[in-house]
């Protein structure tokens, strides 16, 4: 049972543009959320991050929205630029500080 | 400040042989997770150690995999005897602490069963 779900397994994006990356989840009891970023042959790198009691967090190009009642959360690059071309996974903390991941989107900014 | 290291990079070996994993954290990290990220798929826990003591290995297949991190520093992974469903990239990742959230990943290991 995934707890986490990404529904995009890839989204193509003109440079200059906005990425808009989607993640859903299931657990209304998951009180922090992550991004992160993954190129080939590198482990993931986090990105940014909120909490449940907001609803954005923005940090400079990169913007993170909560729908806590759509239990839906998205990611915004803009504009997005060639080295956004990266593998991205949404990541949820659990009672137990564990991150439940979703499969992850990847995305490719075309020039 | 270094980053976490993981060796080796990549391993082909064949199933039902041995194989081990070996991270070395970023310093003065307590806590270190070994994650499976089968391909196509998110990275999955394995284990989690806080210090040198096993916090959470629920989901290790514990009759072929095993780890262990003695002095609370470095870890390794073991699976033994491996199966073709192994395959997948091994991800070690540490924080500072438990409730820390943002965790620093190594280039993790990718091996292959065949």
């Known amino acids: 049972d995934q707890q986490v779900k990404q529904n995009s397994p890839s989204l193509s994006v003109q440079e200059g543009r906005i990425s808009i990356l989607n993640c859903d989840y299931t657990?209304?009891?998951?009180?922090?959320f992550l991004w992160y970023k993954k190129y080939p042959a590198e482990g993931p790198t986090f990105l940014i991050s909120i909490s449940s009691i907001k609803d954005k967090n923005e940090d400079g190009r990169f913007t993170v929205f909560l729908n806590k009642s759509a239990k839906h959360l998205s990611l915004h690059i803009v504009p997005s630029q060639p080295g956004d071309s990266a593998v991205y996974f949404c990541?949820?903390?659990?009672?137990?500080?564990?991150?439940?991941w979703g499969a992850g989107t990847k995305l490719i900014i075309k020039p | 400040e270094a980053g976490v290291a993981q060796s080796p990079r990549y391993k082909i070996i064949e199933k039902r042989q041995s194989v081990a994993f070996w991270c070395n954290p970023i310093?003065?990290?307590?806590?270190l997770y070994w994650y499976q990220q089968i391909l196509g798929q998110g990275p999955k826990l394995l284990i989690q150690f806080q210090n040198n003591g096993v916090v959470d290995d629920s989901q290790l297949p514990k009759d072929r995999f095993s780890a262990e991190r003695l002095k609370g520093v470095d870890s390794t992974l073991k699976i033994q005897p491996a199966k073709l469903e192994d395959s997948a990239v091994y991800l070690c990742?540490?924080?500072?602490?438990?409730?820390?959230?943002?965790?620093?990943f190594g280039q993790g290991t990718r091996l292959t069963v065949v």
């Open positions: 990742a540490t924080t500072p602490g438990r409730a820390n959230t943002e965790a620093f």
């Open positions: 657990n209304s009891m998951f009180d922090y």
């Open positions: 990541a949820a903390k659990d009672s137990n500080y564990q991150l439940i």
């Open positions: 310093s003065g990290h307590a806590t």
